[in-house]
C-alpha cells in the first residue's frame, strides 16, 4: 500500500491502474466509465480516456499540472473528466485520490436527480447529514467541474445528475473504499423505499456520529 502524499512513479501509477480493475472487480463501475486520479506533488497522475484498464500499463497515464499552465504530458489524451478531478484536488489540499465511477445505485438516484438523505449513520462517512446532488452538465465540461467541486465543497462524495458519482480519498485505497460505501448506502436508501418510508435520522444524530466516526475505516497510510 503507498502512502500519501504521492510522487510521480510508476508504483502510484500502477496502483491507480490496479483501482481501476478493483473498481470493476467489486462491480461499482462498468467497461471502462469510471477514471482515478492521484495527486503527485503539484501535478496529478489520471487515467488516459477510452482505454480498457486491463490493457493499462503505467507510461500510458496522464500527467497535468494542477494550477492549469501547462499541457498534459502522455502518449494518450487524459480522461475526459480531468477537469473536476483537477478542481477537487484543488479544493481539496487534504485529499490525495479522486474516484469517478457509474455504479448502478448511484446512477439511479442521479437520474431521479436525488442526493441521499441521512437514511444511515454511514452518511457521516461523506462530511455531513447528505450525500449532495451535482447539477446536470455536459461530462468533460467546465461546468460540471464547477457543478461538482461546489456540490462536494464540504463533503467527501456526491452524486451527479444522470451521471453517477464521485469521491475524494485520502488515499487511493479510501477513495475506493469510500466510493463502495457510497454505493451500499444507494442501494440500502433505494431498497427501503420499496418496503415503507425511510426513516432519516436528525441533524443532531448525524452530528454525534460525526464526531465518533473521524477515525473510522481504513487508515490513510
Known sequence: MLKAPYQDTPELRQAIIDACIDM???GINQGTSGNISGRAGDRMIITPSGIPYDRMTPEMLVSLPLD???EPEGPFPPSTEWQFHVALLNARPDMHAVVHAHPVHCTALSINREGIPACHYMIALFGG???PLAGYAL????????????????????LMANHGAVVVGETLEKG???LEELEVLARAYILSRTI????ILSDAEIGEVMGAVKNYGMKSG
Open 24 to 26: 470493476n472487480r467489486r
Open 176 to 178: 475506493l473504499w469510500r
Open 196 to 199: 415503507g418510508k425511510p426513516h
Open 68 to 70: 492549469g499552465k501547462g
Open 129 to 131: 447529514n447528505s450525500v
Open 139 to 158: 461530462f468533460g465540461s467546465e461546468e460540471l467541474a464547477n457543478e461538482v467541486a461546489g456540490a462536494m465543497k464540504d463533503r467527501n462524495g456526491c
